[in-house]
C-alpha cells in the first residue's frame, strides 16, 4: 500500500467538474444544494441531503427500490438526474408521516407485517401512495399491476397487496384525516 | 406440554419461580399474537439505518478491482498509475494481508485481495481508497495486472477427474474438496428386498439470494488505535473472528455493529474480502472508509445455493413402507470452501427426519470449480435433496397405488425418537400439517381429477432450529442476552444476535417483555454489537428463535425472580402468587393488591442494588457420535407440507402457480405475524427457485456470470405470487422458547417438489431437475420417457465408507473404530 496523494488533493481551478447550485423542492421545502452535475436524484437525495430513507437495489433502473414521486408520479430516482429534478415537487418517504403520526400507509405496513427487513418498503410505499392518489379504492388486480416494478425479496408481496388495501379503506373511511 | 415447562433454568424451584410458571400457565400476554414488531416503526418511515446509510466526517470510499479471468496465476500488479491519480488516498494488493480466512476452520482458503492466484471471474484482487466513488473507480483502470492463465474447470464432472492444476492445494484430493460416506443399517440388503426399486437422476440447479440491500461496510479507526466495523453482516461474530485474525489485531481492539441487513437469506454469513479490505483502508490512511457493492459483485460474490446432481435409490414394501435409501449428491462447490463441508454434509443430513428410513446410506462429493463460491442459502443444502426425495414419494405413490398423502402418513418419523442417522427428533407435526392442506386445497377431490393441464401436487419437508454444534469447536453458550432494568420500568435487552428482516429484535423483546410483563414500547434492544452485547453466533440455521429465545427468558427470569423477592415483602404477598403483567406485580388472588413495574423495581434496586441479569443458551448434547455426526442434529425439528396447484401450456411449456396450501409445525408462535411473513416469503422464494431462478455461466467466455443483473435474472413479482393460504400447526418442543421452532427457512423446502409433482399430476411429464422452465417441460413433453433428466452422475470414487449401527441394530451413535482420529470439526 502506498498513500499515493495528499489528502483530497483534487484539482479544483480548471475542473470542469463544477458543482451546480440549485433549489430543491423536496417534501414540501426549499432546500439549496450543490452537487456535481451528473449526479443522480438518488444521489443527491441521499449523500447531499442526508436524506437515506431512499435505497436503492440495483441503480440501474430495475429493481423499483428508489421509487419517489416527482410531480406525483412514481419515478426510478436511480435514472434521473439532480438537475432534472429542479423545480418540480419530489416526495420522499421521509415526508409522509406529520405531526399526526403515521400515513395511513406507513402504519399498515407496520401492522400488517408488510415491511420485513424493510429495505424495498419506502419505494413500495411511495408507488403505493401514487395508486391510491389516483385510485382511492384499486381493486387486487390493479394493485398487482402498479407494484410490479417493484421487487421485494423478504414478502412475497402478499401482505403488501393487504397493507394498501387497509390504508385504502382508512383513507375513505368516513372522517379519516387524510 | 405446559407452558411452564418452556421456562429454562436448572437451579431448584424459588416461589417466585413457582409463581411465574403459573404465570405462564394463565395463558401469554403477548406470545403467539401480533404486535407490530419493534422496529417496525423505524422501518415504514426510512429511518432504519443500513450499512449504506452511514457516512462519517473525511470518509474515503474504496472500490475492488476484481479478476476477469477464472482461473490464472497473479504474475505483477502495477499500481503506480493509480496510486498518481488525484484523489486517491490509497492502494492495496494481496501482499499487504498475508493471513488466511475463511468461516469454517477447515477451509481457511481466502484472502483479503488475491495474493497467488485468482480463482474464478471476480475474485478480488486489488483495492482503491479515494475522495469519492467515481475516482476510486477510475483509478481500478490505472491498475495493471499481468495473469498467467491456467485452465479452468467450470463442471464438478469435470472436476472430479483432477485433469487440471488443482484450484487450491488442499481438500480432499486435487480438485475435490470433500469426499464422505457413511452407512446406518444395510442398505444394500434392504433395497434387495423391496418390492419397488426407484432409482433416478436429478439435478438442482444453483441460484442465489438476491437481497434486495447490496452490501456494504463502513470501517473507522477510533483515536486510540481500535478498529470499528459496520457492516450488512449476519454474523458479526464470525466476522469478529475473521477481521481480528486477518488484521492481526487482538478481538478487543476490533469492534462489529451489524447494522440491520436489508435481507439476507444466508447472503451475508460469510466474512467477505471487502470487509476486512476497508477494515485495512482505515487503518491505513487513519479516515474512515465505506464500500457498497455493485449489484453485480453481489451476484459474484454469492455464497448461494450450491448445484448439486443427485441419484436417489429408494426401495418400498408393497404396503407402501420404506426399506432403505442410498442418496449420492455430487456439489458444484465454485472457487472456495465458504460452508461447503456442511454444505456437502446437509445434502445427506435431514433425509431422514420426516419418515421413517431403517436403512440409510450416504455419499457427497464437493469439487471446487472455477465460478464464485457458493454457500447457505435458505434451506442450506436441505432443498436439493428435499426435491429428489420428494418426487420419489410421488413416484413410489403412483407405482403402488397409493395416495401420496397416505404414503407419508403411514410412515411418519415419531416424535421424541431417534433417526437412523443419529439425530434426536423433538415435537413432530407433519401430520396435522399433510391433514390441513390436503383438507384446505380439497386434495382428494382434485388429484388426478384435474382437466388435462391442470394439477395439484404435495410435498413435505423438514428443518433444524438451529445447528446443534458451533462453527468452530468450543464449549461456550451458543447465544447470551443481558439485561438491565431500569428505575423508570423501561429494560434494556443486549444481545448479539442480527436482524436481518425476520423479526429477531421483536423475539427477543417479545420474550422479555411476557415474563417482566411489560409493554413491546418499554423494552430497549441493542443488538449485534460485538463490544456492548454478549455473543450470539449469527443469524443462520434458523438458530435464533430457539436460542436467543432461551437465553432471553432465562435472563429475564433471573431479573423477575429479583423483583419478586422485594416486593413479595412490601405487598406481604407470597412469591408464588405474584403475577407479573400489564406493568404492575399484583397478587394474583387479589389483583388490585400490588405496585407498578416501575415502583417494583426501584424497591428491589433499593435492596439489592443495580439490577443486571444475564441468560445463556446451549443446545443439548446429541447421540451421534461418529465422524459427521456434526451436521444435521439440532434441539428441535420444525416440518411442513405444501399443496399447489398448477396450470401447464402443452404449446409453451410455460407453467403457472395459481394457489399454494401449505402448513408449518411452528411448536408455537412467538409473533404470529411474523411467522406467517416468514411462510408466505418462503412460498415467494421457493417459487423462484422452482420456476426461474438459476446462476449460469459462460464456459466459453473465461465463466463470466450470464445474467449477472436484477432485469436479467428472473425473480418473482408481483405477478407470479400466487394466492397463499398458510395453516399454522402448533405442538410446542420441549426444547423451544415457549415451545417455539423455526420458520424462516422450512417453508420453503416443500415448494419445489410440490410443484413438480404438480407438473406430472397436469401432463404426465416428470422434470427431474430445477427450474422447471418451459424448455424442459417442452423437452419431456417430447420424449418418449415423457422425462427431462441430468446426465448420468458420474463414479464418485467412494473408496470407504464408515459404517453406523443404527438403534435398531443395537447400535450406540459411534461409529467402529477404524483407527482413525475423528478430530476434524464438520460443523456447520
Ligand atoms: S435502484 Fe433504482 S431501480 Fe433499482
Ligand atoms: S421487506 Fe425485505 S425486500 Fe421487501
Redesign the pocket.
Known amino acids: 500500500m502506498t498513500v499515493a496523494s495528499e489528502d483530497g488533493a483534487r484539482p479544483t481551478a480548471d475542473d470542469p467538474r463544477r458543482k451546480a447550485h440549485v433549489i430543491l423542492r423536496v417534501n414540501g421545502e426549499d432546500h439549496e444544494v450543490a452537487f456535481l452535475p451528473h449526479k443522480t436524484l438518488l444521489e443527491v437525495l441521499r449523500e447531499d441531503m442526508g436524506l437515506t430513507g431512499t435505497k436503492h437495489g440495483c441503480e440501474l433502473g430495475e429493481c423499483g427500490t428508489c421509487t419517489v414521486l416527482v410531480d406525483g408520479e412514481p419515478q426510478l430516482s436511480c435514472l434521473l438526474l439532480g438537475l432534472q429534478s429542479v423545480g418540480r415537487d419530489i416526495e420522499t418517504v421521509e415526508g409522509m408521516a406529520g405531526a399526526d403520526g403515521l400515513h395511513p400507509l406507513q402504519q399498515a405496513f407496520a401492522e400488517l407485517g408488510a415491511?420485513?427487513?424493510?429495505?424495498?418498503?419506502p419505494g413500495f410505499l411511495l408507488t403505493a401512495e401514487a395508486l391510491l392518489r389516483n385510485d382511492p379504492q384499486p381493486s387486487r388486480e390493479r394493485i398487482v399491476e402498479e407494484l410490479s416494478g417493484n421487487l421485494?425479496?423478504?414478502?412475497g408481496y402478499l401482505k403488501i397487496y393487504e397493507a394498501v388495501e387497509q390504508a385504502a379503506a382508512a383513507r375513505t373511511a368516513p372522517g379519516a384525516g387524510r | 406440554m405446559s407452558a411452564a415447562d418452556a421456562s429454562k433454568g436448572d437451579a431448584p424451584r424459588t416461589p417466585e419461580a413457582e409463581g411465574l410458571a403459573e404465570q405462564l400457565r394463565e395463558g401469554y400476554r403477548l406470545i403467539g399474537r401480533s404486535p407490530v414488531k419493534v422496529d417496525g416503526p423505524a422501518k415504514v418511515t426510512g429511518a432504519t439505518r443500513f450499512a449504506d446509510d452511514l457516512s462519517l466526517p473525511r470518509m474515503l470510499h474504496a472500490k475492488l478491482l476484481r479478476s476477469h479471468v477464472a482461473h490464472a496465476r497473479l504474475v505483477r500488479i502495477d499500481t503506480s498509475a493509480a496510486e498518481a491519480l488525484p484523489g486517491v488516498v490509497a492502494v492495496l494488493t494481496g501482499e499487504a494481508l498475508p493471513t488466511s480466512f475463511g468461516i469454517l476452520p477447515v477451509s481457511q482458503d481466502e484472502h483479503a485481495l488475491c495474493r497467488d492466484k485468482v480463482r474464478f471471474v471476480g475474485d478480488p484482487v486489488a483495492a482503491v481508497a479515494a475522495v469519492d466513488e467515481e475516482t476510486a473507480f477510475e483509478a481500478l483502470s490505472h491498475i495493471r495486472v499481468e495473469y498467467e492463465p491456467l485452465d479452468p474447470v467450470f463442471e464438478p464432472a469435470e472436476a472430479i477427474k483432477n485433469e487440471i492444476e488443482p484450484i487450491h492445494d488442499y481438500g480432499d484430493d486435487g480438485n475435490v474438496h470433500k469426499r464422505v460416506s457413511m452407512e446406518f443399517g444395510n442398505v444394500a440388503a434392504a433395497l434387495d428386498e423391496s418390492d419397488l426399486l426407484l432409482d433416478h437422476e436429478f439435478f438442482y440447479e444453483g441460484n442465489t439470494h438476491l437481497p434486495?440491500e447490496q452490501h456494504a461496510t463502513l470501517a473507522w479507526q477510533e483515536p486510540d488505535g481500535r478498529i470499528t466495523i459496520w457492516s450488512s453482516t449476519q454474523t458479526p461474530h464470525y466476522l469478529h473472528r475473521a477481521t481480528s485474525k486477518v488484521l492481526g489485531l487482538s478481538p478487543s481492539r476490533v469492534r462489529i455493529i451489524a447494522c440491520p441487513n436489508?435481507?439476507g437469506f444466508g447472503g451475508k454469513s460469510d466474512p467477505f474480502n471487502h470487509e476486512i479490505v476497508v477494515a485495512e483502508l482505515a487503518r491505513r490512511t487513519n479516515r474512515p472508509v465505506k464500500i457498497c457493492l455493485t449489484r453485480e459483485e453481489v451476484f459474484y460474490c454469492h455464497r448461494g445455493r450450491h448445484p448439486v446432481h443427485m441419484r436417489a435409490t429408494m426401495g418400498f414394501r408393497k404396503d407402501g413402507r420404506i426399506t432403505g435409501l442410498h442418496f449420492r449428491t455430487l456439489l458444484d462447490g465454485g472457487a472456495y470452501g465458504s460452508y461447503g463441508v456442511a454444505s456437502t454434509y446437509y445434502t445427506g443430513a435431514l433425509q431422514t427426519v420426516t419418515y421413517e428410513i431403517p436403512a440409510y446410506r450416504f455419499d457427497g462429493v464437493r469439487t471446487f470449480t472455477n465460478k464464485p463460491p457458493c454457500g447457505p442459502k435458505r434451506g442450506h443444502g436441505t432443498p436439493q435433496p428435499r426435491f429428489a426425495l420428494e418426487i420419489q414419494m410421488d413416484r413410489a405413490a403412483e407405482a403402488l397405488g397409493i395416495d401420496p398423502a397416505d404414503l407419508r402418513l403411514m410412515q411418519l418419523q415419531p416424535a421424541h425418537g431417534i433417526t437412523a442417522n443419529w439425530l434426536r427428533i423433538g415435537s413432530m407435526g407433519l401430520g396435522p400439517c399433510i391433514e390441513k392442506v390436503v383438507e384446505g386445497s380439497g386434495w382428494r377431490e382434485k388429484r388426478g381429477k384435474l382437466p388435462r393441464g391442470r394439477g395439484i401436487g404435495l410435498a413435505c419437508s423438514s428443518y433444524i432450529c438451529g445447528a446443534g454444534l458451533p462453527i468452530y469447536w468450543n464449549a461456550m453458550p451458543h447465544s447470551g442476552v443481558t439485561l438491565k432494568l431500569d428505575r423508570g420500568g423501561g429494560v434494556a435487552v443486549f444481545c448479539g444476535e442480527t436482524d436481518i428482516?425476520q423479526g429477531s429484535d421483536t423475539v427477543l423483546a417479545t420474550c422479555v417483555a411476557e415474563i417482566l410483563g411489560v409493554d413491546l414500547t418499554d423494552i430497549r434492544v441493542t443488538a449485534a454489537d460485538t463490544d456492548l452485547t454478549p455473543v450470539d453466533l449469527g443469524s443462520y440455521s434458523s438458530r435464533v428463535t430457539l436460542m436467543v429465545g432461551n437465553a432471553a427468558i432465562q435472563a429475564a427470569e433471573r431479573a423477575r425472580e429479583i423483583v419478586a423477592r422485594t416486593a413479595g415483602k412490601t405487598l406481604g404477598v407470597p412469591g408464588n402468587r405474584l403475577r407479573f403483567a400489564e406493568g404492575r406485580v399484583f397478587d394474583v388472588q387479589d389483583p388490585d393488591r400490588g405496585i407498578t413495574f416501575s415502583e417494583a423495581v426501584s424497591q428491589a434496586e433499593a435492596e439489592h442494588g443495580t439490577i443486571a441479569t444475564a441468560g445463556s443458551y446451549t443446545p443439548p448434547p446429541t447421540p451421534g457420535r461418529y465422524r459427521g455426526a456434526g451436521v444435521g442434529p439440532s434441539p428441535a425439528y420444525s416440518y411442513s407440507a405444501a399443496v399447489v396447484e398448477v396450470d401447464v401450456d402443452e404449446e409453451t411449456g410455460v407453467v403457472t402457480v395459481d394457489k399454494v396450501w401449505i402448513a408449518h409445525d411452528i411448536g408455537q408462535s412467538i409473533n404470529e405475524m411474523l411467522v406467517i411473513g416468514q411462510v408466505e416469503g418462503s412460498v415467494y422464494m421457493g417459487l423462484g427457485e422452482a420456476l426461474m431462478e438459476e446462476m449460469t455461466y459462460r464456459p466459453n467466455r473465461f465463466g463470466v456470470h450470464k445474467i449477472p443483473s436484477l432485469l436479467d435474472y428472473k425473480s418473482p413479482t408481483t405477478k407470479e405470487m400466487p394466492e397463499v393460504v398458510t395453516y399454522l400447526v402448533t405442538d410446542p418442543d420441549p426444547n423451544g422458547p415457549f415451545g417455539a421452532k423455526e420458520v424462516g427457512q422450512g417453508p420453503l423446502l416443500p415448494m419445489m417438489p410440490a410443484i413438480a409433482n404438480a407438473v406430472y399430476d397436469a401432463v404426465g411429464v416428470r422434470v427431474d431437475m430445477t427450474p422447471i422452465t418451459p424448455e424442459r417441460v417442452l423437452k419431456a413433453l417430447e420424449r418418449e420417457d415423457r422425462r427431462c433428466a441430468p446426465k448420468p452422475l458420474p463414479d464418485l470414487r467412494i473408496e470407504d465408507t464408515v459404517r453406523i449401527k443404527t438403534l435398531a441394530e443395537g447400535g450406540d451413535g459411534t461409529s467402529p473404530r477404524t483407527g482413525r482420529p475423528t478430530k476434524e470439526s464438520t460443523a456447520p
Do not use: S
Request: hydrophobic share 15%; charged share 5%; glycine share 26%.
Open positions: 415491511a420485513q427487513c424493510g429495505y424495498c418498503t421485494c425479496r423478504c414478502t | 434486495m436489508g435481507g428482516g
